[in-house]
């Protein structure tokens, strides 16, 4: 069975469970200062890992820090307390999970190239889907260009344009040394908006 939740209570529940916390008693001292909004369980997922992601929805002031739960080749999925989960390949957001408008896919291989550089600046595709008003899949391709990146607190920046024939938006990347994705800014769906995403090392 398919559960739907309205976009306010889904905002609400992941402002609520900001925090996935390790053994030290700080993490614990933060846990037991929460509590979950609604009717929806807190139960401590699995983590796979140490880092953790910090998620802010500037939109409507919704956080969280969210842990690894999964890892299939270098896609990572993170999840908060109550089950939302975000899935990233590479630092790059391909899909989200108890949001409400919520991103169900994306191909991201050309937008990786425009960050390692191997594809110039661009243009190159890149196709999303997500579940309309009519609960139908709907898919919409883009073309991406990059910018040519410029140093910012000791990252490189990188912000990417993505057109369709229906809508624009930017992602802006920060990559350390190595070219991983440390810092993000990237767009989820019309009623989300963008999220903001700083991973941090366990």
């Known amino acids: 069975?398919?559960?739907?939740?309205?976009?306010?209570?889904?905002?609400s529940v992941l402002a609520a469970a900001l925090v996935l916390g390790g053994c030290d008693r700080a993490s614990r001292n933060v846990l037991g200062a929460l509590e979950l909004t609604g009717n929806v369980a807190a139960v401590q997922?699995?983590?796979?890992?140490?880092?953790?992601?910090?998620?802010?929805?500037?939109?409507s002031g919704a956080?969280?820090?969210?842990?690894?739960?999964?890892?299939?080749?270098?896609?990572?999925?993170?999840?908060?307390?109550?089950?939302?989960t975000l899935s990233m390949r590479q630092g790059l957001?391909?899909?989200?999970?108890?949001?409400?408008?919520?991103?169900?896919s994306a191909e991201v291989d050309g937008v990786l190239a425009l960050l390692r550089g191997a594809s110039g600046e661009g243009p190159v595709?890149?196709?999303?889907?997500?579940?309309?008003?009519e609960d139908r899949t709907e898919f919409r391709s883009y073309q991406c260009k990059r910018d040519a990146g410029a140093p910012d607190a000791g990252m490189r920046r990188v912000e990417v344009l993505c057109i369709s024939p229906k809508d624009r938006f930017t992602n802006t990347y920060w990559l350390n040394s190595a070219g991983a994705v440390m810092r993000s800014r990237q767009?989820?769906?019309?009623?989300?908006?963008?999220?903001?995403?700083?991973?941090?090392?366990?």
Do not use: C, F, K, N
């Not at 997922?45 to 939109?59: S, T, Y």
């Not at 956080?63 to 908060?80: E, K, M, N």
């Open 187 to 202: 767009w989820i769906s019309p009623a989300l908006g963008h999220l903001e995403a700083t991973r941090i090392s366990g």
């Open 63 to 84: 956080r969280a820090r969210l842990g690894p739960v999964a890892r299939t080749g270098d896609v990572t999925v993170w999840q908060t307390l109550d089950g939302i």
């Open 1 to 11: 069975m398919r559960v739907h939740l309205s976009l306010r209570a889904a905002l």
């Open 93 to 104: 957001l391909i899909g989200t999970r108890g949001l409400g408008d919520d991103l169900m």
């Open 125 to 133: 595709p890149h196709i999303r889907s997500r579940i309309d008003g």
């Open 45 to 59: 997922p699995q983590l796979i890992g140490e880092d953790r992601l910090d998620v802010i929805i500037p939109a």
